[in-house]
């Protein structure tokens, strides 16, 4: 299992860096079924989950008044209102999303979020390797995938999780099924596929929005752009979950390099 690290103040500026580019976690983090009040699974990163506020009430909204909307994401929402939900998050509002806002309408503000970041979620520096997965097929695909996921800066790699399970909530009501008495409940029409060609350009971006060329793909690219997304939605509880034995490999190196974060470690156990 891993280690417990609740605060980083005692640490060194070069300790707290090293412990923070780790990112691991222990995969029990990742379940969000975790029974309320159980006790919190013990993590090497002791860095709090770094989630966008505007992106989890996205998130949580559609989730909970909008999984049975046909055509999220593609159906038209109203620029006025996005861009004044916009504005109250830019300003730093405590923004209260409930059952009376539109559906489309937080969907595109989670679009334009995404494509507005000054970097994109995967950093433009790492489009090319991730992209280079696209030729690659079966385990050897998702490992290289699983080792750039861990190159991701905390805040991008905690957002981006937080959106693919997201994404896959979505997909997952894609299609019809029926209640318990029998009632047909409609999907929202929105697969992996559908899903990944929306959200992919915004998520790999190969330029910055208005840069020139921005906007300006090849096909060949648009496709790899879509199956990798595809493959980060459908395999992202995988993806993000730290073997116990590259966990133990990391300690092993740990304490040939920097056997000061070991005692630190061991000691907070």
Not at 51 to 65: G, L, M
Not at 164 to 181: M, T, Y
């Amino acid at each position: 299992g891993a280690m417990s690290v609740d605060s980083i103040t005692d640490l060194s500026d070069n300790t707290s860096k090293l412990l923070e580019a780790l990112q691991l976690s222990h995969p029990h983090e990742l379940d969000p079924r975790r029974i309320p009040g159980k006790k919190k699974a013990l993590s090497l990163n002791p860095i709090t989950c770094q989630v966008p506020r505007i992106v989890d009430r996205c998130c949580t909204h559609i989730e909970t008044h909008g999984l049975q909307t046909v055509g999220i994401f593609r159906v038209g929402s109203s620029k006025k209102r996005v861009q004044q939900l916009r504005e109250e998050f830019d300003q730093g509002l405590d923004v209260f999303l409930d059952e009376h806002q539109s559906v489309h309408d937080v969907a595109a503000l989670l679009k334009e979020f995404l494509r507005d970041m000054p970097d994109s979620l995967i950093p433009r520096e790492l489009y090319g390797a991730f992209l280079s997965t696209a030729a690659m097929e079966g385990p050897a695909q998702l490992d290289a995938l699983q080792l750039l996921l861990f190159l991701l800066p905390p805040c991008h790699s905690d957002t981006l999780h937080r959106l693919l399970r997201f994404l896959g909530e979505v997909a997952r009501h894609a299609e019809h099924s029926w209640d318990p008495d029998g009632r047909e409940i409609p999907g929202n029409k929105m697969t992996v596929s559908n899903l990944a060609t929306v959200f992919g350009p915004n998520i790999l971006q190969k330029e910055k929005p208005g840069e020139k060329d921005a906007g300006g793909l090849n096909f060949e690219d648009s496709a790899a752009i879509i199956l990798v997304l595809q493959r980060l939605i459908e395999h992202h509880q995988a993806l993000f979950m730290v073997s116990p034995e590259m966990q133990c490999d990391v300690l092993r190196r740990l304490f040939q390099t920097d056997p000061d974060v070991i005692d630190y470690l061991l000691r907070r156990k």
